[in-house]
């Protein structure tokens, strides 16, 4: 059962333009809503993070949406560079127990000059 | 913020050889660790959840006598991935939570280890 749905696969913008990428989840017991940021070859980093109490939360350039009736949220780079090609993973995570990480299937995102 | 560090970050086995993997986390200690497993172009998959002191916790359909998980320390973790096979192929991740941070949400992930097994 995949718990965390992330859309799209893949997008191209340009340089400047707006990436946005979309997250839904599924379990109603998921209370921390972070965005990651891997390059190839490398580990995720943290971007940005959420919680419920809040419907958005911006950093720079990176901000996030957040629908707790729909219980969707999304992930917006304004004025996207080259320098943010990069795969981008949707996670969440319960405030209990292990608070391990479900992670989405990750966006390609590809920033062209 | 946090570093967590990982070794080695590339290695080739022969199939049917044990591999070891270290996650160190460089300037805290960590109680819990988690070990991450990604295939190419995939997201990450949680194998299993890595506990000072303790057994590992390991998630459905992960073989807990193939992937041995060692917390022997507050700032290691170490994945030995035992009589390798080539599907065994992929890239190994760590992450660990900082004890420092008030509300404990972050993890903070390794630079990753790839593993080829011929």
């Known amino acids: 059962q995949q718990q965390v749905k992330q859309s799209p696969q893949s997008l191209i913008v340009q340089k400047g333009g707006i990436s946005i990428i979309n997250c839904a989840y599924e379990?109603?017991?998921?209370?921390?809503f972070p965005w990651y940021q891997q390059f190839p070859g490398k580990g995720p980093a943290l971007l940005i993070a959420?919680?419920?109490?809040?419907s958005e939360k911006k950093e720079g350039r990176f901000t996030i949406s957040f629908n707790k009736s729909a219980k969707q949220f999304s992930l917006h780079i304004m004025d996207s560079q080259p320098g943010d090609s990069a795969t981008y993973f949707c996670?969440?995570?319960?405030?209990?127990?292990?608070?391990?990480?479900?992670f989405g299937s990750g966006t390609r995102l590809q920033v062209q000059p | 913020g946090a570093v967590v560090s990982q070794h080695p970050s590339w290695v080739i086995c022969k199939s049917g050889t044990s591999v070891k993997i270290e996650c160190r986390s460089l300037d805290f200690q960590a109680t819990t660790m988690f070990w991450y497993r990604q295939f190419p172009k995939q997201s990450l998959m949680l194998m299993a959840t890595s506990n000072e002191g303790s057994k590992a916790t390991y998630e459905q359909g992960v073989e807990k006598d193939k992937f041995l998980i060692n917390h022997a320390s507050l700032t290691l973790s170490t994945l030995t991935v035992t009589s390798a096979h080539p599907e065994d192929s992929s890239f190994y991740i760590c992450?660990?939570?900082?004890?420092?941070?008030?509300?404990?949400?972050?993890?903070?992930f390794g630079p990753g280890t790839r593993l080829l097994v011929l």
């Open positions: 992450s660990a939570r900082d004890p420092r941070d008030s509300l404990q949400e972050t993890q903070y």
């Open positions: 996670a969440a995570s319960k405030d209990t127990g292990r608070r391990a990480l479900t």
């Open positions: 379990n109603t017991a998921f209370d921390y």
């Open positions: 959420i919680r419920p109490d809040v």
